[in-house]
């Protein structure tokens, strides 16, 4: 393990998560600052290919999050989003990567609070895994 800070990527719902990311810092909830947000308009707008990039560049882990299940400001997006991270996580062990290095989570936009919290609790989990195996490989 190393003593670096672990880096989440997260792609997050413009509707839903980011403004629960907003709300977690205007009520000055103290949070990892491990994590760089990725402002989408809806999660199902997440293509596989950022994910998958985002790994073998060097992040950590990913973490996916929007609005709950049938609150979608896109009617489905984030059923889309579902779908393609169960596909990831069966995908992800053939490029090096364990499946607990992809999280999807649901943040309604009042949750400034649920957001501070799984972020602590990635930052913990992404800590036990230790780097990513791709910055083992990567010359500094």
Known sequence: ????????????????TFTAADLAGTSRLVYPQNVRLIRMMCTGMVDPKYVIKALLQGADAVLISGCHPGDCHYINGNYKARRRVKLLKEIL?????????????????????????IIKEMVAEVKTLGPSPVKEQMVL
Do not use: H, Q, Y
């Open 1 to 16: 393990m190393s003593d670096k800070e672990p880096i989440i990527v997260a792609f997050v719902c413009n509707w839903c």
């Open 93 to 117: 062990p053939r490029f090096g990567f364990d499946e607990r290095r992809l999280k999807l989570t649901w943040i309604g936009a009042s949750e400034g609070n649920e957001f501070a919290e």
